[in-house]
């Protein structure tokens, strides 16, 4: 077989501005050991994310210049609402600005004490919007999606047999939501079978809890179905896509990941009681229901976007980078989760740093190292950012020690990405230099973000 080129030549370029170890290690430094704290032009390959980092293609900018920015009724929102209707078949549509805007809408309107909202698992915003309201989030992840290197075709799914058992003990009348992630973000871009979506929906129907689909990255979902499960091979992206969302009766979505839009999301639904208080409250926070929060240029680009994302040559460079790099780190002996992810390659930081202990903060330790090798900046997803304290003020880990690479979309090359294994190789065999971190300053929430942090010098 070939290689698998990017279905894409590049018509607009942004420099890498080149930095050498030492001048990483005093940025590092002066940035406390915290990656959120350095600024992107001392960044070499960018890996913090891969939302609202995506290219836009000429398409998606001569989208821009069409776009529509009336107040009311603007005829880029009527591109918008039409492409997602015929996207996903949900007849209504409401643009946010992002996808935690939607969530803080929904949530906000369905949430609140004594309430349960039931996951494959929520990613932090979603959980955050549902807590906030005073309900409680349940992730119900497959037994499966716990393992980080076993593999498994779809490690995404939700556990449908303690689905219907939650449902059972705390009455249908306490759930107001079921939310499916597609993929499974927070799991390591894990997809969720088409067999999966069709059954947790038979549960909610019966049990007349609604379902809605976080539908983040459903086009990558998508491609794992095609090429995984029996029976969707030869049916299309659309197709596939279209069944997935028959099965809901709305999504929230962040067109920051599969619309290859630099801002903005959207609620869709089914229940026009439920969109008209979701409208209500966009009209106070967002804005008018024909642009909430956006503009219409940015309606124009998601709108193509959309359709773009659902290319079967794009998909297939897409997760065939995630694969390639996967496949180049296992051949090095390097822990990494298995089968690759959608959108990220996923470190397992406490095999990869075993002398260093969860309170020492291993996976920072991992992401700082990969910064000063090779200017690679990732995130950890571990006890800097889930950690808790006890009563005794000792640390009480996060389950897992990961680094997420998160790869933007249309935006690195096949050598970026040899570049990038090579760095994480590299700090693979000098692992045994790695030092923990210690925090020194952090806030009360999300302290991943802010915290800054000192190495451990006296081992
Ligand atoms: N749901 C999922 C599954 C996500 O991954 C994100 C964002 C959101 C909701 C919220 O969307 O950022 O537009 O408000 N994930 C980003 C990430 C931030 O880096 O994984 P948003």
Redesign the pocket.
Known sequence: MKTIIEPFRIKSVEPIYVNTPAERAEILSKAHYNLFRVAARDVLIDLL???GTSAMSSEQWAGMMRGDESYAGSESFFRFEKTIQDITGLPIVIPTH???AS?KILFSILGGKGKYFLSNTL?D??RANIEYSGAEGIDLLCEAGKHPTVPAPFKGNMDTTTLESFIKEKGASHIPLCVL?VTN?SGGGQPVSMENIREVSRICKENRVPMFI?A?RFAENAWFIKQREPGYANRSIGDIVREMFSYADGCTM?A??DAFANIG?FLAMRDSELAMDCRNLLVITEGFPTYGGLAGRDLEAIAIGLREVMDEQYLQYRIRSMEYLTEKLMAAGVPVMQPAGGHAVYLDAAAFLPHIPASELPGQALACALYLEGGVRSVEIGTLMFGKYDANGHTVPAQMELVRM?VPRRVYTQSHIDYVAEVVIEVFQKRDNIKGLRIIEESALLRHFTAKLAPIDNK
Request: aromatic share 6%.
């Open positions: 994310t891969d939302s992002q996808g935690r969530e990613f915003t979603t992630t973000n976080d983040c962040s920051k990941k999301g998160a």
